[in-house]
């Protein structure tokens, strides 16, 4: 049923541009009080692995293991306004992009009401997007993008893009400057490859100073979560179950996993203008009392130079997870198997897949409000690779944690994007 109303709701939102175009060309007073926007991705990538498979967004329910899809980063959205240019405004986003659950049907990513009492002012309530990084506002639309998507080495380990509730933003000049505030309270739930994260509550803020050629961007996002993982919650059953002869698994188990999750992420952007170049980059930390959503460091950096309508960019990041080891020990007398056994899940569980990944791509606008891109990607795992994954990179998981006895995987993966992105 809520598939068929986001259908209805981007049928509606055609029918509203086609109504606004043609009031415009009659020249009424439609525009004064409704503005509709649009955009959307044709996109083709490929992972060149024969053994681990690539997936855009950690939300795509399928992943590229040495074949061409169209599914990852293809999207349409469309976005209303109505009383764009009053002190009281409601703005409707559909989005219909690739979702575990949803597949390409359509989504409302945004719906709220934005009431501005001042100049300095906005206060929002409805589905908010979630101030956490520099592209909050803007991760489903690929054209205000230099490259083809988001950095993984960072966006992939928050997942979360919007919530239910409140929110605020200020804005104050400061001389030549100019200093904002975005607040924003809120739950929501998120469908991933390997279960369902609930986030009961959600605060986040972010202060942004913007000055000349420079925008400084701080942020910090507080998160109770309820992890539903039920692949990882099976396993914990079964090493807390003492199959493995593991002797405290489930004392530091109790301790270490708990399915209700307070987690923290402190963000810190940094975007500079420079005639034909821009620079930017931003770095995240995550921390939390559970393994489930284990401890993590990511950073990344980006420079572009455009020269007419080309913009070629280069761009390198690194993921590493900082979980402490959990300490496994396995009773005296065990098989030697038994302590090998507690030994890998001891590392599996500090979810050790950090990586460095570099890019480099050129963007076209080759039309107005068009523009194709090109986009290469090296991902080199730095911790583990034989663990198994599930997840941005997937990659089978060989005893005693999973039973592939393949091919080893090398750590590492190429992945070439080609994207046609606009907006109307």
């Given amino acids: 049923m809520k598939a068929h109303w986001s259908w209805l709701g981007l049928l509606l939102l055609a029918g509203l541009a086609r109504a606004e175009a043609a009031s415009a060309e009659a020249g009424d007073e439609l525009g004064d009080w409704l503005k509709l926007d649009g955009f959307g991705t044709l996109s083709a990538y490929r992972a060149d692995d024969p053994v681990a498979s690539m997936r855009p967004d950690a939300r795509n329910a399928a992943a590229s293991l040495r074949d061409w899809r169209l599914d990852g980063d293809s999207q349409i959205s469309a976005q209303l306004t109505v009383n764009p240019n009053g002190a009281l405004r409601l703005v409707w986003q559909v989005l219909a992009k690739d979702d575990i659950v949803l597949r390409l049907r359509p989504r409302t990513e945004w719906l709220y009401l934005d009431w501005e009492p001042s100049v300095h002012l906005s206060l929002h309530a409805g589905r908010l997007a979630l101030p956490v990084f520099q592209l909050s506002e803007t991760r489903n639309v690929a054209y205000a993008q230099t490259n083809v998507r988001p950095y993984s080495s960072l966006y992939h380990l928050n997942p979360i893009t919007k919530v239910d509730g409140l929110g605020a933003v200020w804005r104050q000049p400061v001389g030549a400057a100019e200093l904002s505030l975005d607040w924003v309270h809120g739950q929501t739930q998120v469908d991933l490859s ?69 987690a923290a992420i402190n963000t810190v952007g940094v975007n500079l203008e420079l005639g034909r170049w821009s620079f930017n980059s931003e770095w995240m930390q995550r921390r939390s009392d559970s393994i489930l959503v284990a401890d993590a460091d990511a950073w990344y950096a980006q420079l572009a130079h455009r020269q007419g309508a080309f913009t070629p960019f280069v761009g390198v990041g690194r993921t590493r997870f900082v979980e402490a080891p959990l300490g496994f020990q396995t009773q005296a007398g065990a098989a030697p198997a038994a302590q090998a056994a507690n030994a890998a899940f001891d590392r599996f569980l500090q979810s050790a897949n950090g990586r460095r990944s570099w890019q480099a791509g050129l963007r076209w606008d080759c039309a107005e409000n068009l523009a194709l891109k090109l986009h290469l990607e090296w991902l080199k795992n730095t911790q583990e690779i034989r663990l198994g994954q599930t997840g941005s990179i997937s990659y089978p998981a060989t005893p005693p944690i999973g039973n592939y006895r393949g091919p080893a995987w090398d750590g590492h993966v190429r992945v070439l994007s080609l994207n046609l992105d606009f907006v109307f």
């Fill in 194 to 262: 390997t279960g369902r994260v609930k986030a009961s509550a959600i605060n986040a803020l972010a202060a942004q100073w913007k000055q000349g050629p420079w925008s400084v961007r701080l942020g910090r996002s507080d998160y109770r979560l309820d992890a539903q993982l039920p692949g990882t919650l099976a396993q914990l059953q079964v090493l807390a179950s003492g199959a493995t002869g593991c002797s405290n698994c489930a004392t530091v188990l109790a301790e270490r996993a708990p399915a209700r999750v307070r």
